[in-house]
Structures are given as structure tokens and as C-alpha cells.
């Protein structure tokens, strides 16, 4: 096993020092006025409550959170310039404390996998949030008023998720004018319109497509590949709002994603001979909702928002083919209400629901994670095959107390329940949140709870997996200090989280396949800055220290796959003046765990070699780090504004090796290599 690293030790402290802040606070009398004399004004009306902030290029007005739990926001300025990103918010998410780096998918929030953390828009899950594993999010930036984070902790008016959460908000269209923007780069090209059409009803629309097919022939190996169809991404969304009277307000939007690669094997692979065909992947969705925003009352404000539409996926990989195709639907009613002056009542249903219909072929169904027999080559597994039409329905009603137990001490209580049609089964979550204000600058924030989420489908279904599997959980605490230092934030959280009745395969992969007999600890800190520094110099730096652990069944202990016990990023922008900004960021984080191959039988049954692994996880990769530089110079040429970018990702190509890749017998192995030194240079004019 790898050193054994101490964060327990540091999380630990952390806590105990919090806590004895916190008892200390409180031990005093939080009404006396201070010495200087003032008083501290009261607290708002909580049902109306709102601070205003620079959010992606609109001036937005936010709700205040009612859970006390850590949250983080990301502005437009600090995105815009932002190196790494392409200006794009979503994937700017990856420099926050807590978020470690990922695999293209949903990050990973402390310690949690993927697939534990769900990611939303305006209240909808969202089914792919990136295009070709990060090249870029599903929805163009410059319509979103925010993007909020909650890496663990959350509030419960979210569910079923055991990691994070991703809640991105879209913004009101503009009424001034007609605003339109063109970009081209490298990476792809964009349109995007916005006006108002009446005077209660306005709209914004955009458009964007990748550009990769023009250079992507002469990156494809072509001793192993040719190519049929380089991969290709486009997403498109449009939104119309419409005042329907002072105060209520309707808005109907519709957007989708699509991604397609297609590659054809020269020959079959070397190590795997049964390798030959195509490569093909497509994954695309397609929805509409529709949202309404009321004020029924001086003390009542509604919500409701329900979205629908339809996801196609297929994957060809040589002999193994899946297709589906998903019609889902989800409904959302909130409520606020406010009583007693301060106090505020957030309740309200949530409902999300699907009906898949597809094929499958390929490898049986085994544990994702921990399980280096998911890297076996083809030839080598057995191969199973499902064709079948699964129907799941998944209601949840939850209730959100906050209590401003006086001016510096705020309680929010939640209680969630949700149930799962496919399982029959119900599960039901207690969370508290609290909040105490040292003073004007300084706050103390604790919060525990219980989460659950339902397995994946595939693993629950009748007749192929276990469909008596139960919802997993994940019981969480944190504890932290935020403060606000001049133009500077600044936050430190402790955070603990034991996971229990995890999906694990059974021993053997024997029937039913899964079980509920895993279990999982994660235990580590996070450090956080970000602001001005300057009026031209703008930074931010986040740092996580944390360890996360699975066992399955009754074996022993072992490192989580995605487990990166030090994760930094620092993050700076500098305007020079005359339209100039240079833009860096800088990430260094540890190198997954790893499952080392140390030999390999030959099967002549199959004419392959069959891998012998050591121990899960006993190795781990190199430290991977990156260096990325962005250069922005706009143009003020009156009506139309110009503007010209060089972003150059990973800029002293720095190799970062994520894995190995074998000979045929597994005598030899190479590194991996990861993303070289990539230049994008793109232009944008915007009427």
C-alpha cells in the first residue's frame, strides 16, 4: 500500500478548532452592540432577499442560499479571461476547493465518483455536461447568471446524489437592443442573437458547432485508425420570456447537445485480435421546459418548472454495440415563504422520470470502480446480451426550515423524502445546516445530513443484475470559517463522509452481479481565496487535502480509484490597459491510484495472453501538471465591439502520463500520455 497520508490528522483539527470557535461565540451574548457604538442593521425580509452580483455578463439579482452549507459562485469577469477554459463557466468549476480533477464527465466533489453528483439547469438535470470529455460545456456561457457549487453538504432541495452538486441558472434576456455576437476559433464557432420582441417579451438564441474535422486526420495514429467520421460536436439553445404581469412571468426555452465520433480499425489490434471494425460513438439530447416565476403574496414567492425531452446514445467498440434511446421528464414546484419577519419556509415536489428502450453487447455488467478487470482487453471476457425496455419514475417531496435564531445565529433544518418506482423502495433524509456570524467579515458554518441515491439502472434490472438492490447513502459533516478580507474571500472546511450500503459486485461476479455490501470513507480539508488583489490584478488559489478509501464486501480497505489526496490550483488575471488582459492558470494534483499489470498466462483457448494485476490500487500514476496561458485584446470600434484571444493549454507540454499501454504478452509498457501543448486562437465581434 502507498504511505498512508494524513489528512485524517489535519481535517481533525480543523474541525476541533472550528468547533471551539464556535462554543467560545456563542458562549458570549451575540446582542450586545458593539463597542464602537453602531448597531448592526437587521436582517432582511427572508422571502426577499437578495444581493446583487456580476454574473456572466448581467447584473443578476441572486436569492440568498438557505443552507448554511459551503457554497461557491463564480463571476463573469474572473471566468471571461480565465486561461484553461475557453471562457467557458462550467469548466472554470474545476479551480474550486473541492472539485478534483476529472475524467470529462461530472467532476468528482471530495472524494465522490461521478456518477454520485448530479449537475442542474434552471431545476432540470442535465443528462451530458460536457462535449467530447471537456472540450467544452453543453450551454454556451454568456447565457447564464450563475453557476453555484455545493461540493458536498447540500441543501435538500436537491437529491438524488451522495457527491456534489452543479445548480446552473440561466439569465433574463436583455431588453435594451438588439445584441448579437459572432466567435470563431479553432475549437469551434458560435452565433448568438438577443433582443427584446415587445416590450413584456424578450428572447436570446445561439448556436455552436466544433471544428475539429479540419486538423483532427492528422492527430488519428494511422497505422491503427482510419477515418470515417472525425468527431463533431454542436449544441444549440433559445429562450423566450414573457412578462405575463407584475408579477409572475413565464419562460419557455428549448436546447440540445450532440456528439459523434467514428473511427474504423486499419487492422485488428495487435494485443487484441477479436479489435477489428469500428469505433463509433454518438450521445445526444434534446429538451424543452417550461418555467414559471410568481410573487402570490408579499410573503409567497413560486416556482414551477417541468422540462422533457428525449437522449440517443450508441457505442460501437469492434464486436460490442449498445443502443438506447431515453425519453425523460421532470417537474419541479418551490415554494418560499416567509413568516414571523425572518423566518422562511422552503418546500415544495420534485419529480424526475424516464423510459429507456435499447440493446446492449458486450462484457457482462461488473463493479466500475476497483475493478482493474474492466480494462481486461476484448477476447479475454465473457460477453453477455440484454435487449430490454425499463420504465422509472422517481417522486420526492422536501421542506426547508431556516430560522434566524437572532441576528447572528441562523438554524436551517431539511427533511427530504424521495421514492423509487424501479426499487419500491423509499428513502428518507434529515439535514441541518447552521450559521453563525463572528462579525460583519467572519462566519462560522457546520452542517451534517444523510444523502441517498438509487443505483444505476442497469444494475437493478429483472431477469440480468439484482433488482432487490437497495439506495445507497452517504452521511456527511463539514465544519468551516469564511471571511471577507478587503476585496479578498477567504474559506477553510473540515469535511467527513461515510458511505454504507454502497452497489458493489458480488464476489466472483457470481449472480445476481451486485449487492449492496460496500462501504466507503472520505475525510479531508479544504483552502480557498479568491478576488482582487489590485484594481488590474485578479486571483484566486484553491487547495484540497483529502483522503478517500472503498471497501468491498468484507475485504480490507483500499484507495478509491479517482482518490487524489493534494489538489491545487492557482488562478490569476491582469489587465494591462488599452484592452489588454493576460489570463494563467496553473494546476498541480496527484496522480490517480493504479493497478500495476505484473505478468500474464497465455489462454490458448483465445491465442491471448490473460494480465496478472497486483494489488488494487497499490501504485498511483505521476503528479500530473499544467500549465495554461491566455492572452485577450479587445477593440472599441464604437457599435461593435472586437475582440481577439490566444489561450495555449498545457503550455510547456508537460507529458502527464495517465496510465500505461501493454505489448501483447504485457512484457512491455509505455506511458500514456496525456493532452499536449494545445493553441487555440479565436475572434469575437459583438453588435
Known amino acids: 500500500m502507498p504511505n498512508r497520508f494524513p ?108 456518477d454520485e453528483s448530479q449537475v442542474f439547469l434552471d431545476g432540470a438535470p442535465v443528462p451530458l455536461l460536457f462535449h467530447l470529455g471537456g472540450a467544452t460545456s453543453f450551454f454556451n456561457s454568456q447565457f447564464l447568471e450563475s453557476v453555484e457549487v455545493h461540493p458536498g453538504n447540500f441543501s435538500v432541495k436537491y437529491g438524488r446524489a451522495t457527491g456534489g452538486i452543479v445548480d446552473i441558472k440561466t439569465r433574463k434576456p436583455r431588453t435594451d437592443r438588439l445584441h448579437s455576437t459572432l466567435q470563431l476559433s479553432l475549437l469551434d464557432s458560435s452565433a448568438l442573437i438577443e433582443t427584446p420582441v415587445t416590450s413584456t417579451t424578450s428572447m436570446f438564441a445561439g448556436v455552436r458547432r466544433s471544428n475539429l474535422e479540419l486538423y483532427f486526420d492528422h492527430l488519428v495514429p494511422k497505422d491503427v485508425f482510419s477515418t470515417v467520421a472525425a468527431p463533431v460536436y454542436y449544441d444549440y439553445q433559445g429562450l423566450v420570456r414573457h412578462e405575463l404581469n407584475r408579477d409572475r412571468s413565464l419562460e419557455v426555452m428549448a436546447y440540445g447537445s450532440r456528439d459523434s465520433l467514428h473511427l474504423r480499425f486499419d487492422e485488428p489490434n495487435a494485443a487484441s485480435p477479436v479489435l477489428s471494425g469500428d469505433l463509433e460513438g454518438l450521445v445526444e439530447f434534446h429538451r424543452l421546459s417550461v418555467r414559471s416565476h410568481a410573487k402570490l403574496s408579499e410573503s409567497v414567492n413560486e416556482e414551477l418548472s417541468v422540462a422533457f425531452g428525449k437522449q440517443l446514445g450508441v457505442q460501437t467498440f469492434g464486436p460490442w454495440q449498445s443502443h438506447f434511446s431515453t425519453f425523460d ?51 479475454t471476457v465473457a460477453e453477455a446480451s440484454i435487449t430490454d425496455t425499463i420504465v422509472q419514475v422517481a417522486p420526492a417531496w422536501f421542506a426547508e426550515l431556516t430560522l434566524p435564531l437572532s441576528r447572528r445565529f441562523t438554524q436551517t433544518v431539511g427533511l427530504r423524502t424521495d421514492y423509487y418506482s424501479n426499487l ?35 444494475q437493478a434490472l429483472e431477469n440480468f443484475t439484482n433488482p432487490n438492490l437497495s439506495p445507497f447513502h452517504a452521511w456527511q459533516q463539514s465544519l468551516g470559517i469564511e471571511r471577507r478580507l478587503g476585496g479578498l474571500k477567504l474559506t477553510s472546511t473540515g469535511f467527513y463522509k461515510r458511505l454504507y450500503q454502497r452497489v458493489v459486485g458480488t464476489a466472483g461476479g457470481e449472480p445476481p452481479v451486485f449487492e449492496n455490501n460496500g462501504a466507503g470513507r472520505i475525510y479531508g480539508a479544504e483552502l480557498g481565496a479568491e478576488g482582487e488583489l489590485t484594481e488590474r490584478l485578479r486571483g484566486s488559489l484553491a487547495y484540497t487535502v483529502s483522503r478517500s478509501e472503498r471497501r468491498d464486501r468484507n475485504e480490507s480497505w483500499r484507495l478509491f480509484d479517482n482518490d487524489q489526496p493534494h489538489v491545487l490550483s492557482l488562478v490569476g488575471s491582469y489587465k494591462l490597459g488599452r484592452g489588454w488582459t493576460l489570463g494563467t492558470r496553473f494546476r498541480l494534483t496527484s496522480g490517480n491510484p493504479s493497478t500495476d499489470i505484473v505478468g500474464s498466462v497465455y489462454d490458448a483457448r ?9 494489488g488494487i490500487n497499490t501504485n498511483r500514476s505521476p503528479t500530473f501538471h499544467q500549465l495554461d496561458l491566455r492572452a485577450d485584446k479587445e477593440f472599441d470600434l464604437g457599435a461593435i465591439k472586437l475582440s481577439t484571444f490566444l489561450e495555449v493549454m498545457n503550455a510547456y507540454n508537460a507529458p502527464n502520463a495517465q496510465g500505461y499501454t501493454y505489448s501483447f504478452d504485457y512484457k512491455k509498457r509505455e506511458p500514456a500520455r496525456g493532452m499536449p501543448i494545445f493553441p487555440n486562437f479565436g475572434l469575437r465581434g459583438e453588435l
Do not use: C
Request: without cysteine; aromatic residues 8%.
Open 7 to 114: 489528512p485524517a490528522i489535519i481535517a481533525l483539527l480543523l474541525a476541533i478548532a472550528a468547533w471551539l470557535l464556535a462554543n467560545l461565540a456563542l458562549a458570549q451574548t451575540d446582542e450586545v452592540a458593539p463597542a464602537d457604538g453602531s448597531q448592526k442593521p437587521p436582517l432582511p425580509d427572508a422571502a426577499t432577499e437578495t444581493t446583487t452580483e456580476e454574473e456572466f455578463g448581467a447584473t443578476a439579482q441572486v436569492v440568498s442560499p438557505t443552507s448554511g452549507a459551503t457554497h461557491h459562485n463564480l463571476s463573469q469577469e474572473q471566468v471571461q479571461t480565465m486561461a484553461g477554459t475557453g471562457g467557458d463557466a462550467v469548466r472554470a468549476i474545476a479551480i474550486l476547493p473541492g472539485v478534483a480533477r476529472g475524467d470529462g464527465d461530472t467532476p468528482f466533489f471530495r472524494g465522490s465518483a461521478s
Open 329 to 379: 421528464a421532470s417537474l419541479r414546484a418551490l415554494y418560499q415563504i416567509a413568516f414571523g419577519g425572518k423566518a422562511r419556509l422552503d418546500t415544495g415536489v420534485d419529480v424526475q422520470s424516464f423510459r429507456l428502450v435499447g440493446s446492449y453487447y458486450g462484457p457482462p455488467p461488473t463493479q466500475n470502480e476497483g475493478n482493474p478487470v474492466n480494462q481486461a482487453p476484448p477476447g
Open 424 to 458: 419500491k423502495a423509499w428513502t428518507v433524509n434529515p439535514r441541518l445546516s447552521t450559521r453563525y456570524e463572528i462579525d460583519p467579515d467572519s462566519s462560522l458554518i457546520a452542517a451534517s445530513g444523510l444523502f441517498s441515491q438509487p443505483p444505476i439502472y442497469y
Open 606 to 614: 483465445i491465442d491471448q495472453y490473460r494480465p496478472l494485476y497486483a
